[in-house]
């Protein structure tokens, strides 16, 4: 015993000795990861639970919902980092990103990459508690984490990207439970994919402004005056895939009825975006956490 508080008081006092300002810098780190804006949190964990419900075929061990609901917050807050990491020039010229901890030097660059590899590290070493086909999968996870914050700079659809991201977890979810990933689970992964294009496209319309000044690029910047009728369409698409999935997994009138009123929520963000005023985008693309706990629960109850 003694021994063991020995260890541990050394490791303690040469982690301070080369990290003096660690603790002190805690609150911005939680800051960097999001903790506070779990919006996030909720948009990556409703499909991905939703994913191992199905693949589960009912109630998920509970050993896989702790790795993949720890995981999917773990992995949101590694992509945080990283993207501030990557847009620390560009946070600073934008109204609503001026107070982030980079731009207003409560951390640095080499703090922003140290926790993202600390979080992706954790974020794998819950994915170790699974099984090979996972694993696999969760090393292309971090490289879509890691590049999509420059994607930006590079294509108009940066939101594709991200879509490809916080739709992956879904594909996680049936090899985790079952080994492999059945054509059902892939129109999950669509229709997750185009969700996440209209609400990341919501978002984008709240800083389209300050995006084509500084000569970044987005969603809501290429589809310009067609931005609405286009996320409507990809809103259609996405309750038209998920009704179809829901025939599939052979889910009762609970998860139709779910699909009824998440159509009755994009509406109401259709009403939202329809003077693109950067608010109301914004609460728009806030709106979408109800969108996927609605259907969630949709899941839950149509799946007993």
Same mark, same amino acid.
């Given at each position: 015993m003694y021994s063991l508080r020995s260890l541990?008081?050394?490791?303690?006092?040469?982690?301070?000795?080369?990290? #003096?300002?660690?603790? *002190?810098?805690? #609150?911005?780190? *939680?800051?960097? /990861?999001?903790? !506070?804006? $779990?919006?996030?949190?909720? @948009?990556?964990?409703? $499909? +991905?639970?939703? *994913? @191992?419900?199905?693949?589960?075929?009912?109630? #998920? #061990?509970?050993?896989?919902?702790f790795i993949f609901a720890t995981g999917t917050a773990v992995m949101r807050s590694a992509g945080c980092c990283i993207n501030d990491f990557a847009d620390y020039r560009i946070d600073s010229k934008v109204t609503r990103t001026r107070q982030r901890p980079l731009v207003r030097a409560a951390l640095d660059r080499r703090d922003a990459m140290a926790?993202?590899?600390?979080?992706?590290? +954790?974020?794998f070493a819950l994915v170790l508690l699974t099984n090979q086909a996972t694993i696999l999968l969760s090393l292309v996870a971090i490289v879509v984490v890691a590049i999509y914050p420059f994607m930006k700079r590079i294509t108009n659809l940066p939101q594709v990207v991200l879509g490809i991201a916080f739709s992956w977890g879904i594909l996680m979810a049936f090899t985790a439970q079952t080994g492999a990933i059945p054509q059902s689970a892939y129109l999950l992964f669509v229709a997750n994919c185009l969700w996440a294009v209209a609400y990341d496209t919501q978002y984008?319309?709240? !800083?389209?402004?300050?995006?084509?000044?500084?000569? &970044?690029?987005?969603?809501?910047? @290429?589809?310009?005056?067609?931005?609405? $009728?286009?996320? *409507?369409? @990809?809103? &259609?698409?996405?309750?038209? /895939?998920m009704w179809l999935a829901g025939r599939q997994f052979e889910l009762s009138g609970f998860y139709t009825a779910s699909l009824v009123i998440a159509s009755a929520l994009l509406c109401y963000q259709q009403v939202l975006i329809? !003077?693109?005023?950067?608010g109301p985008c914004f609460e728009a693309f806030l709106n979408n956490n109800w969108v996927g706990a609605v259907i969630f629960a949709g899941i839950v109850l149509g799946s007993l």
């Open positions: 541990w008081s050394t490791t303690l006092t040469r982690f301070q000795s080369k990290f #003096p300002n660690f603790y *002190a810098k805690l #609150p911005a780190f *939680a800051e960097l /990861a999001r903790l !506070d804006k $779990p919006i996030g949190i909720y @948009l990556l964990l409703w $499909p +991905t639970i939703g *994913a @191992l419900w199905l693949a589960a075929e009912g109630v #998920p #061990p509970l050993s896989l919902l926790c993202f590899i600390a979080l992706s590290l +954790t974020g984008a319309m709240a !800083d389209r402004e300050s995006d084509i000044e500084i000569g &970044v690029k987005s969603s809501a910047i @290429l589809f310009g005056d067609a931005d609405k $009728p286009i996320i *409507a369409s @990809l809103q &259609v698409m996405f309750i038209l /895939a329809k !003077d693109r005023l950067a």
